[in-house]
């Protein structure tokens, strides 16, 4: 059972930047996956950015933030970098580990965080 605590979320005004961490109970990239998923009110869960460390290293990031967020681990703790951020990007953020599949697809995610908050203003 790998438990999973996210932090770091906040509000901040468009264009501002926060760095998200994510705390794992045991060290997971000898065996899984790692990713940050958000889910805004009345929407699905939706995949952010996926980090690979089995082989190497592999990211993987949504259109929607290319280019300005960065997804990072070290050891049993993931980070996501989320810069010029708008207010579309406001939602609750979790991350999750998954032992295969599809990296944006939530249902192949076994462990679960309880999710932070990030509020962007205009």
């Known amino acids: 059972q790998v438990q999973l605590v996210e932090f770091g979320g906040g509000s901040v005004q468009a264009g501002g930047s926060l760095r998200l961490s994510c705390l794992a109970s045991e060290y997971t990239g000898a065996r899984y996956h790692m990713a940050w998923f958000r889910q805004a009110p009345g929407k699905e869960r939706e995949g952010v950015a996926a980090?690979?460390?089995?082989?190497?290293?592999s990211t993987y990031y949504a259109d929607s933030v290319k280019g300005r967020f960065t997804i990072s681990q070290d050891k049993n703790t993931l980070y996501l970098h989320m810069n010029s951020l708008k207010p579309g990007d406001t939602a609750m953020y979790y991350c999750g580990v998954a032992y295969g599949g599809s990296w944006y697809d939530p249902i192949e995610y076994n462990y679960w965080g309880q999710g932070t908050q990030v509020t962007v203003s205009s």
């Open positions: 980090i690979y460390t089995i082989g190497g290293i």
